[in-house]
C-alpha cells in the first residue's frame, strides 16, 4: 500500500508546477507536488507575462499578487537599439531606434480593448515564490521542495511513483492517477520514451546578473536595451541589458546582461573576465558593480513527440523549449497547465470520461511548435537588424565602425541609412508586438466542435488579433454592466464548468443549459446578455464581436476557449446542447 494516495502527482516546481497545483486546488483536486531543489529559482530567467497568462492569473486569484511587485507598463513598455549606456566618444550614448511593445506606448489602447489585462514584467526569480504561496495555502503540506522523484511505474489503474526526500535520503510511495512532468525535460519525458526534436546547441548564452545602480544611465521606460558597438558588432554578440526590479524603471536596483558564444567558445566560461566585460559594454568604467550569478544555458527550439505517454502528461519546458525572444517559454508553460488542469478535474472528479484528456495533445502540441518555431525565427531576425544598420558578420571592427558613422551622419545619405534601418527594425514587431500570437491562438482540434465557419485573417507578422467566437479560439473580451458593476466576458467563465451564452431571446437555451447540468452532474451556467438580460452590453461592444444571431449561443470551456456555437435559435436547444456536452466530454 502507497505511504500516500492522490488523483494527480506534479513533478516540477517551477512556474508549470506549481501553476498546476494552484489550478487544480481551485478546481477541488487534490495533488502533491514535488521538487528536487529545496527553494524557487535562484536565477532571474523569464520575466515578460503577456496578457493571456495574466488573464489566467485573473481567473485564479494570482494576479492582483503579481501585479502588486510586477513592473507596470509605463516601466516596460518600450525596448531600443543602442550604441551604450554611456561614454563621451563620437559613436558612445548614440541610439539607433526605439519601439513601442507589450502593450506599451501607441499599443496601449489596443491591447487594452482586446483583454482585461495589461501584461506584467517580472522575473521567476521573484514569481516563483508568489506562486509557491499560493500553492502551499491551498495545499498545505502538498507542495514538497527538495523531494525528488527517483523511479515510477505505470499499471491498469495508476501510476506508483517512488519519492526521496533528499536532505535525509528518505523514501516514501505515492500512488496516483495522472502524473504531469513539469521538471524541465530532466526526468519523467525520458522514462516514458519522449524525444525532443529540433536544433539544439546553437549558441551558448551567458547571463549575468548583477546589482548596480544605472539610474543615470537608463531609461526609465525601456525593458530590454540591445547594444550594438563596433567590437561586438550584432545585439547578441554586444549583449542585452534587462532591469531585473524589484524597484521597476531606471531605478532598478538589479539587472541582467545576456551575452552570446559560441558553443565551442573557450571564452565562454572565463566568469573573471565578465565585469570588465559589462564595464566595457556599457561604457561605465567606475561603475559600482556586484555580480550575484553568472548562468550558462544553451540556445534551442526543440518539441517533444509526445505530449501525453498513458497517464504521463508532459507540460512547460518538459514539452518545449524557446529562445528567449518573444517571451514564450514560460507564458506558453503556464497555458499548457491551464489547459490541462480542467481536463484533469473533470476525469478525476467522474464529470468526464479518460477521452477528454486525448484532446490535451493536440491542442497544446500544436501551440508548442507555432511557438517554437516563432521563437526561432524572431531570434535570427536580429541578424537582418544587424544588417539594416550595416554591419555584415565577420567585418573587422574598423568596418563597424565605419558603418556607424555613415548611419549617424547628419548628411542626405545619413538619413536614408536611418530610415532603411527604422523599416528594418520594425519587422522585430514579430518579437515584441506579437499581440495576436500571445492572445489569438486557437485549437483545430481537440475539446470542441468545428462549426465550419471561415477563420479570421490571421497577420502573418503575429501582430494583429482578430477577436472571434469561432470554435476553437479564445473568448473575446468585452465590457459589460450589471448593477453599476463593470464586468469582463471573461468573467462569466466558471473556471469549474461550461457557461453559454446568449441573449434575452434565448430562452430555449437557458433552459437547455439548466436541464444539461442536471443530467450530466456538471456546471453549465446559462447568462443573457442585452437589453433586460443578466449584463447590458452598454458600450455595444458583445454586439459586434459575438457573431451569432439573436437566438444564438456560444458555449464556453472552463479555460475559457470556445467549445461550440450555435449562429441561429436552434428548435431543439435541449437535445443539441446535451449531446454537445455529453461529445466534449466523452460521454
Not at 276 to 289: A, F, G, H, N, S
Not at 300 to 307: I, R, S, T
Request: net charge negative; proline share 6%.
Amino acid at each position: 500500500m502507497a505511504d500516500l494516495d492522490v488523483p494527480v502527482l506534479i513533478v516540477g516546481g517551477g512556474g508549470c508546477g506549481l501553476s498546476s497545483s494552484i489550478f487544480l486546488s481551485e478546481l477541488g483536486v487534490e495533488s502533491l507536488l514535488v521538487e528536487r531543489h529545496e527553494g524557487t529559482s535562484h536565477l532571474p530567467k523569464a520575466h515578460y507575462l503577456n496578457q493571456r497568462t495574466m488573464e489566467i492569473f485573473r481567473q485564479y486569484g494570482i494576479a492582483d499578487s503579481v501585479y502588486a511587485v510586477g513592473a507596470g507598463l509605463e516601466k516596460f513598455g518600450k525596448v531600443r537599439w543602442r550604441t551604450s549606456l554611456g561614454g563621451d566618444g563620437p559613436l558612445d550614448a548614440r541610439t539607433f531606434y526605439t519601439m513601442d511593445g507589450f502593450g506599451g506606448g501607441s499599443l496601449y489602447d489596443r491591447y487594452l480593448s482586446d483583454s482585461p489585462c495589461p501584461s506584467s514584467n517580472l522575473p521567476q526569480l521573484r514569481l516563483e515564490p508568489i506562486l509557491r504561496r499560493h500553492a502551499e495555502d491551498r495545499a498545505p503540506g502538498r507542495v514538497r521542495f527538495g523531494h525528488e522523484l527517483v523511479a515510477f511505474a505505470e499499471d491498469e489503474t495508476g501510476i506508483t511513483a517512488t519519492i526521496q526526500e533528499r536532505a535525509t535520503g528518505d523514501t516514501y510511495e505515492v500512488r496516483c492517477q495522472y502524473l504531469v512532468g513539469a521538471d524541465g525535460g530532466k526526468t519523467v519525458g525520458e522514462k516514458v520514451g519522449v524525444t525532443l526534436n529540433g536544433p539544439s546547441g546553437i549558441l551558448d548564452m551567458v547571463s549575468c546578473h548583477f546589482k548596480a545602480d544605472l539610474s543615470e544611465y537608463a531609461d526609465e521606460t525601456c525593458l530590454i536595451t540591445w547594444f550594438t558597438n563596433p567590437d561586438g558588432a550584432g545585439s547578441w554578440g554586444s549583449g542585452a541589458l534587462v532591469p531585473m526590479g524589484p524597484t521597476w524603471g531606471k531605478h532598478s536596483e538589479e539587472w541582467v546582461v545576456h551575452f552570446t558564444f559560441g558553443p565551442d567558445d573557450p571564452e565562454r566560461f572565463d566568469e573573471e573576465a565578465i565585469v570588465p566585460r559589462l564595464k566595457e559594454l556599457l561604457r561605465v568604467p567606475d561603475l559600482d558593480l556586484e555580480v550575484l550569478k553568472v548562468s550558462h544555458w544553451i540556445l534551442e527550439g526543440v518539441l517533444a513527440d509526445k505530449y501525453r505517454v498513458g497517464r504521463v502528461f508532459l507540460a512547460g519546458d518538459a514539452a518545449h523549449r524557446h529562445p528567449p525572444t518573444t517571451g514564450l517559454g514560460l507564458n506558453t508553460a503556464i497555458q499548457d497547465a491551464h489547459n490541462l488542469a480542467w481536463k484533469l478535474a473533470a476525469v478525476v472528479k467522474g464529470q468526464a470520461s479518460p477521452a477528454l484528456l486525448d484532446s490535451y495533445e493536440p491542442e497544446r502540441q500544436a501551440i508548442g511548435a507555432r511557438n517554437v518555431d516563432w521563437a526561432m525565427f524572431t531570434f535570427l531576425n536580429h541578424l537582418v537588424i544587424d544588417a539594416g544598420l550595416g554591419l555584415t558578420p565577420g567585418q573587422p571592427a574598423e568596418a563597424n565602425r565605419q558603418a556607424m558613422e555613415a548611419f549617424f551622419a547628419d548628411t542626405p545619405m545619413g538619413a536614408t541609412r536611418r530610415a532603411r534601418a527604422a523599416e528594418v527594425i520594425e519587422t522585430q514587431r514579430t518579437e515584441f508586438q506579437a499581440h495576436d500570437l500571445e492572445i489569438g491562438f486557437s485549437y483545430a482540434d481537440g475539446a470542441l466542435i468545428p462549426d465550419g465557419s471561415t477563420p479570421p485573417p490571421t497577420d502573418p507578422m503575429g501582430s494583429v488579433y482578430h477577436p472571434t467566437t469561432r470554435p476553437g479560439h479564445r473568448l473575446p473580451h468585452a465590457w459589460l454592466e450589471r448593477g453599476g458593476e463593470r464586468v469582463s466576458t471573461h468573467d462569466l467563465v466558471d473556471k469549474d464548468g461550461f457557461v453559454l451564452i446568449t441573449d434575452p431571446s434565448g430562452t430555449a437555451w437557458v433552459n437547455a443549459a439548466k436541464a444539461a447540468a442536471d443530467k450530466l452532474g456538471v456546471t453549465v451556467r446559462a447568462v443573457t446578455i442585452g437589453d433586460g438580460g443578466d449584463y447590458s452590453d452598454a458600450e455595444g461592444t458583445w454586439a459586434r464581436l459575438r457573431e451569432v444571431a439573436d437566438g444564438g449561443a456560444i458555449l464556453v470551456r472552463p479555460d475559457n476557449h470556445v467549445a461550440y456555437r450555435s449562429i441561429e435559435a436552434a428548435a431543439d436547444a435541449g437535445d443539441v446542447l446535451l449531446k454537445t456536452i455529453g461529445t466534449l466530454l466523452g460521454r
